[in-house]
């Protein structure tokens, strides 16, 4: 845990007043804040100006560019955070894995571990020099960021990041991945093992470089049940979230299936991220009373009309229950042919909501 002076120091900072970071320590606050996960993306002109002259791997490997499309989509839209402009999978390719971002398709990892004999390619990462565009890309960020606003940081969960791994993509029903956890626990775990630690000491050097708060993505775990949550994940999440959480607060987000979020509570973060497949005071009740919730919009509100948006996101506000420690989101990212009207309507009901 932080010393008593660090504690003192960290007070004093302008963002710790924040209505975002009020809301991950369930304090009151005058409105409910918001940001929204893949704020920065296709749907926005001034990101696509960007992406017109570099490639996604180069915006994300380019601190400056990175900072400068999540800066101006902070101040075109009027959001309460950042989340730094950067993906899940850097973190493995100084793990050994062989990532590409083929144009016009998704992360291909072309190394891929099929077997359970494979899982031992994967490195320890100790070193992570090779990783410092995404360090400085908090630095730049929070150094051009208007200093009243808090910065997040993020990195993908180990079972996420493991089902990358061996699929070699993503995947519909991550057949490869549960084969392999089935087949094999012993490698599987220590596979995990691997992941949670390097995950951890990632999540420790963007606090290092300036982010106040962190976000682990669990994208693809809801095609887990409860029981081979509680076994095979459940505790490599707590250990990459862990020693990251006695520091600044954690949001421990994983989409696709509700049942799992008293076992995502268990597993560590002040915040849980909800998805819109579960009602949100109904989420908050199975997440309970000392944590945090987030969410939890069905993104593809947003491509309806002005007022379905304004009426669905004051119906979220409403399920929230107005007591504190609640932070306004969707229930994943942005989708690309969102309307930025959409959005912009979004943010104003919300704050004046």
Known sequence: MPDQATQT??????????????????EPVERTPVWLMRQAGRYLPEYRRVREKVSFKELCTTPELATEV???TVERLEVDAAIIFSDLLPILEPMGMDLDYPVGGGPVIHNA???PRDLARLQEL??????????????????ALNPQLPLIGFAGSPFTLAGYCIEGGTSRSWSRTKTVMYRDEGAWNAMMSRLARGISRYLLAQIDAGAQILQVFDSWVGCLGPDD???YVLPHTAEAIREAATRVPVINFATGNPVLLPLLAEAGGSVIGIDWRID?????????????????LDPAI??????????RTLEVLQSAGGTPGHIFNLGHGVLPLTPVDNVLELIATVKGG
Do not use: H, K
């Open 9 to 26: 120091a960290q007070s004093t900072q302008p963002w710790d007043d924040s209505l975002v970071m009020r809301a991950c320590r369930r």
């Open 70 to 72: 999540m800066i101006a």
């Open 113 to 115: 571990l099929l077997d």
């Open 126 to 143: 100790e070193d992570l020099s090779s990783l410092d565009f995404v360090f400085e890309t908090v630095r730049q960020t929070r150094a």
């Open 229 to 231: 949550y509680r076994r």
């Open 280 to 296: 949100l005071g109904e989420a908050r009740r199975v997440v309970g009373p000392d944590r945090g919730v987030q969410g939890n």
């Open 302 to 311: 947003l491509l309806s009309d002005r007022e379905t948006v304004r009426r």
